[in-house]
């Protein structure tokens, strides 16, 4: 980072210290020796290091940024290390992007979570009902609504304008991006809410008929555990029977839906635009891609997984790979693929030798 102006705060490490926190081993050993990096101030990648950072190198098609990095320290495999260049110094673990990823947490704690320049408190323009319950500290930036009878745990931030609606519980240490607006919710400790979220709004609920449609009431809440993370612009509707769960640790993307009375497990990963239709549950640990999508009352398994733009219309094993819609197991989506473009390009193929214009001019 050329000009770090918005996480000026890095703490330096020696080679030590990262040593001690990753487990690595550090070659050459004699660290002081001319030319060499003691200690680092900041992180980048191979091509952009100074010999004051810290990089990682764990692929060879990166070789050519290895051997070039002006880097003075680097996380590497013992395999890798000799593509260093003789002024870095090679920090030997077995996985190097856990590893960086230790040392970056260590020297920007402040990067982990949204952070506010406010002092605690409430600030001029927020506005907290007198029946609600504050615990100290907790900082309510301007243009902050707090409704009646909420209740914010301490060491946690509401972003400016956003509203927290009546009888919301948010737990200690938590983040509330600007713009949020969460109702009919409880909500654990240390969650992350980033922008522009909306949660516990209505779930899309109707019973339709050629007389109109006759909209179901929503009476659910929405129950989000401890160590959640949920992304910008996401939104999770409140359940209509029952509650909408997002289980503990899970960490949603920008941008996706999560319907009515859905129940997400924990530590679930949804990636970007994906979206979760009513009563759809995940169980611990599945992973869906961007832009995947999940049928209404559909079960994905306990591990599962499903690639980017995958639908799943029916329940996906426990541990299951699937991808494709409808959704299938990746090697028959694979397979199919293979086949179907062997097809094309034989039918292309005798088009051309008949003469016969090609499908696409048709």
Not at 185 to 210: N, S, T
Not at 313 to 329: E, F, L, N, Q
């Amino acid at each position: 980072m050329s000009e770090p102006i918005f996480l000026r705060q890095a703490r330096g490490l020696s080679l030590d210290e990262i040593a001690a926190l990753t487990g690595a081993t550090i070659v050459p050993p004699q660290r002081a020796a001319p030319g060499r990096a003691v200690s680092v101030a900041g992180i980048a990648p191979l091509d952009r290091a100074s010999p004051a950072d810290l990089s990682f190198f764990d692929n060879r098609n990166f070789a050519a940024a290895a051997r070039a990095t002006h880097a003075g320290a680097c996380l590497t495999t013992d395999a890798l290390a000799k593509t260093l260049p003789s002024g870095t110094v090679a920090l030997i673990v077995c996985e190097p992007y856990r590893a960086f990823v230790t040392v970056a947490r260590a020297m920007f704690p402040q990067a982990l979570r949204p952070s506010s320049l406010a002092e605690a408190g409430a600030l001029a323009g927020a506005h907290i009902d007198p029946s609600a319950r504050l615990e100290s500290p907790v900082t309510i930036e301007p243009g902050a609504v707090i409704g009646p009878r909420a209740e914010i745990g301490a060491g946690s931030v509401i972003g400016a304008n956003a509203v927290i609606g009546a009888e919301v519980r948010i737990g200690r240490d938590c983040s509330i991006g600007p713009l949020t607006a969460i109702s009919h919710a409880l909500v654990g400790d240390r969650v992350i809410v980033h922008p522009g979220c909306k949660i516990g709004q209505d779930g899309f609920g109707y019973v339709m008929d050629g007389k109109g449609h006759l909209k179901v009431p929503q009476v659910g809440r929405v129950i989000i555990q401890d160590e959640v993370e949920i992304g910008a612009g996401t939104t999770i509707d409140r359940g209509a029977i029952r509650d909408t769960v997002i289980g503990e640790g899970t960490k949603i993307d920008n941008l996706v839906q999560v319907g009515h009375n859905v129940m997400i497990g924990r530590h679930c990963v949804l990636v970007a635009q994906t979206g979760l239709a009513g009563s759809a549950t995940l169980e611990d640990y599945v992973v869906l891609g961007a832009r995947a999508g999940v049928n209404n009352n559909v079960t994905v398994g306990e591990g599962a997984q499903l690639a980017g733009t995958s639908v799943a219309h029916g329940d996906v094993p426990a541990g299951a790979r699937w991808g494709g819609t409808p959704a299938k197991p990746v090697k028959l989506w694979f397979r199919e693929m293979m086949m179907l473009e062997k097809f094309a390009r034989r039918e292309m193929l005798s088009r051309k030798s008949t003469g016969k214009p090609a499908a696409e001019d048709e």
